[in-house]
C-alpha cells in the first residue's frame, strides 16, 4: 500500500495549487480519502475529504478556496487549491481510511502519503 502525494511548490499570494495523490496497492474509490495538513509548531489539521461515496467534507481552513476531487480510473484524489495565503504554507499530507465510519481526526487513518510541501509567498 502506498500513497504518492505530489504538486506542492513555491507560489505567492492568490496563486492556486493542485495536489495529486496517487494510491497503489488499494482502490481510492472505497476508502475515506483525506487531505491534511502541517505547519512548523502546529498541530497536524484536518483540509478536505473526499467519502467513499464520493461526497466531500471540507475543515476550517479551506473557506470555499479549496476543492477535493477522486479519479477513480487513474486511483488518484486531487486538492485544487486557489486563492492560496501564506497561512496555507505546510507540509500537505494525503490519507486514507478503511471501513464504513468517516472521521477527520488523522489518528483514524490507515494510510499516508510522505508529504509534500506548499510555501506561498506574501
Known amino acids: 500500500v502506498q500513497l504518492q502525494a505530489s504538486g506542492g511548490g513555491l507560489v505567492q499570494t492568490g496563486g492556486s495549487l493542485r495536489l495529486s495523490c496517487a494510491a497503489s496497492?488499494?482502490?481510492?474509490?472505497?476508502?475515506?480519502m483525506a487531505w491534511f495538513r502541517q505547519s512548523p509548531g502546529k498541530e497536524r489539521e484536518f483540509v478536505a475529504a473526499?467519502?467513499?461515496?464520493?461526497?466531500?467534507t471540507y475543515g476550517a481552513p479551506p473557506k470555499g478556496r479549496f476543492t477535493i476531487s477522486r479519479d477513480n480510473v487513474k486511483n488518484t484524489i486531487y486538492l485544487q487549491m486557489n486563492s492560496l495565503t501564506p497561512e496555507d504554507t505546510a507540509v500537505y499530507y494525503c490519507?486514507?481510511?478503511?471501513?464504513?465510519?468517516?472521521?477527520?481526526?488523522?489518528?483514524?487513518?490507515?494510510?499516508w502519503g510522505q508529504g509534500t510541501l506548499v510555501t506561498v509567498s506574501s
Open positions: 496497492g488499494f482502490t481510492v474509490s472505497t476508502h475515506h
Open positions: 490519507a486514507g481510511l478503511s471501513g464504513n465510519y468517516f472521521y477527520i481526526s488523522s489518528r483514524r487513518y490507515n494510510y
Open positions: 473526499i467519502r467513499s461515496n464520493g461526497d466531500p
